[in-house]
């Protein structure tokens, strides 16, 4: 079992639409989450760090369940430049990337 | 924030050949990681650089493929030595903003032939 999985992917939606990212983790010692965003052929960035309490950033929002060891992301009203990839990112002393979950928001 | 200066950005390199990959920090970091992403995949760390001692590597990789310096606190490089197809792949070297926010370099491209 890998330590952190994401859905397949990819996810290819329209403009406005909703999309929801889902990610389970295997370390229930993990101590933080983060979900980041990677353009094509650029460098992973921070989108947001994920809390049990969840939290929000303007139209994205990220819930952890640390009973389930389940993180989310859910973007709402999506634009053409969310189109990229999305890592799910586990700290348990080290930084374990998901494999990632690819987005392309359609006109 | 950190900002990492990473280069090359690409390379095409002969098999059998090393090439050294370098990273430039605006400011001293304890640690710095390297990364490997390969094509379609997600990024699996290397090892990490300390300065003033040797580096710590994960399970499957070994100092003699990936030789890693640390001179000081803004500065490491990567070799990937002995180069074969299987090593064509995305490079990239990351620092930790006090154990939350990881940093990335703009990562090396390496294609070997």
């Known amino acids: 079992r890998k330590e952190v999985e994401q859905d397949p992917g990819p996810f290819n939606v329209p403009e406005g639409a909703t999309v929801a990212f889902n990610c389970t983790y295997s370390?229930?010692?993990?101590?933080?989450f983060f979900w980041y965003r990677q353009d094509c052929r650029k460098e992973p960035k921070l989108l947001m760090s994920v809390y049990s309490s969840g939290n929000e950033d303007g139209r994205f929002t990220a819930q952890l369940n640390r009973a389930s060891q389940y993180i989310s992301l859910l973007i709402r009203d999506s634009k053409l430049s969310d189109s990229a990839t999305y890592l799910c990112v586990v700290r348990g002393g080290k930084l374990i990337f998901g494999q990632g979950t690819e987005l392309s928001v359609k006109p | 924030s950190a900002v990492i200066s990473q280069k090359p950005s690409r390379d095409i390199c002969q098999r059998g050949t090393s090439l050294t990959i370098q990273c430039q920090v605006d400011s001293q970091v304890t640690m710095m990681f390297w990364y490997r992403q390969q094509p379609g995949q997600s990024l699996t760390l290397i090892a990490t650089?300390?300065?003033?001692?040797?580096?710590?590597?994960e399970s499957g990789f070994v100092i003699d493929k990936f030789p890693i310096s640390r001179p000081n606190l803004t500065f490491s490089t990567l070799t990937v030595s002995n180069m074969s197809p299987e090593d064509s792949s995305i490079y990239l070297c990351s620092v930790d903003s006090g154990g939350t926010e990881a940093f990335f370099g703009q990562g090396t491209r390496l294609t070997v032939v």
């Open positions: 370390n229930s010692a993990s101590q933080s």
């Open positions: 650089a300390n300065q003033g001692s040797e580096a710590t590597y």
